[in-house]
């Protein structure tokens, strides 16, 4: 069974950047599709970004062009790159890993919001 950790999180202005990291451990299956979720008190938990074993991904509109999700591979280890933050970012992110992305990456940026195996949460606060 895979554990995952983050680590990253904290408080930056907007327009900073921050980046997240997800350090598994464990069993790590090759098949395995990676992602991102975030949840706010003001808005739904929502898939952020995806990123399946091929390097195809996915994300939520409101992070295109600001977000970038990428994997060590040697290291196990998933980020999230995310630069001119907002205010609407704030929020819990979880690091999030599926058994597969067998149904694409939009799929499963729809999916992990429910399913899946997640790391504990860590907290992004971006102030005005």
């Known amino acids: 069974q895979v554990r995952l950790v983050e680590s990253g999180g904290g408080s930056v202005q907007a327009g900073g950047s921050l980046r997240l990291s997800c350090a598994a451990s464990g069993y790590i299956n090759d098949h395995y599709c990676y992602g991102w979720l975030r949840q706010s008190q003001e808005k739904e938990r929502e898939g952020v970004a995806v990123?399946?074993?091929?390097?195809?991904?996915a994300y939520t509109d409101a992070v295109k062009g600001r977000f970038t999700i990428s994997r060590d591979n040697a290291k196990n280890i998933l980020y999230l790159q995310m630069d001119r933050l907002e205010p609407e970012d704030t929020g819990t992110y979880t690091c999030?890993?599926?058994?597969?992305?067998?149904?694409?990456?939009?799929?499963?940026?729809?999916?992990?919001?429910?399913?899946?195996?997640w790391g504990q949460g860590i907290r992004v606060t971006v102030s005005s």
């Open positions: 999030v890993v599926l058994n597969h992305c067998a149904y694409g990456v939009a799929t499963a940026l729809r999916t992990i919001t429910h399913t899946g195996t």
């Open positions: 990123l399946d074993n091929s390097g195809s991904t």
